[in-house]
């Protein structure tokens, strides 16, 4: 098992950044791929961003492409997200994903160990 704890995440205005953080226990962490998915009110959990075990492959949803990164420190067993050019859209709670020896997936049935999510609130 790996537990999920996210962090960074708060208001901010329209046009602002914020990077959240997603700090994962044990001492495996280079053996999962890593996702972000969001979920808005009355709205499903959607895909935002995948990385690769090794880190060599991500993957973006494309309501976020150009404007978020997703990277890995497996030295510090640690997925974040770089968040500019933020919108109202983006409001959601974020939630980071694990997949043991997984690749990268668009997928959230794909991942078996969910964080308790982070909130992030964009203002217009």
């Known amino acids: 098992q790996v537990q999920l704890v996210e962090s960074g995440g708060g208001l901010v205005q329209a046009g602002g950044s914020l990077r959240l953080s997603c700090a994962a226990s044990g001492r495996t962490f280079s053996s999962y791929a890593m996702g972000w998915f969001r979920q808005a009110p009355g709205k499903e959990r959607e895909f935002v961003a995948a990385?690769?075990?090794?880190?060599?492959?991500?993957y973006y949803a494309d309501s976020v492409k150009g404007r978020f990164i997703i990277s890995r420190d497996n030295a510090k067993n640690t997925v974040y997200l770089q968040m500019d050019s933020l919108n109202p859209k983006d409001t959601a709670v974020y939630y980071c994903?694990?997949?043991?020896?997984?690749?990268?997936?668009?997928?959230?049935?794909?991942?078996?160990?969910w964080g308790q999510g982070t909130q992030v609130t964009v203002s217009s």
């Open positions: 990385i690769s075990w090794s880190g060599g492959s991500t």
């Open positions: 994903a694990a997949d043991l020896y997984g690749p990268a997936s668009t997928a959230a049935t794909r991942y078996k160990h």
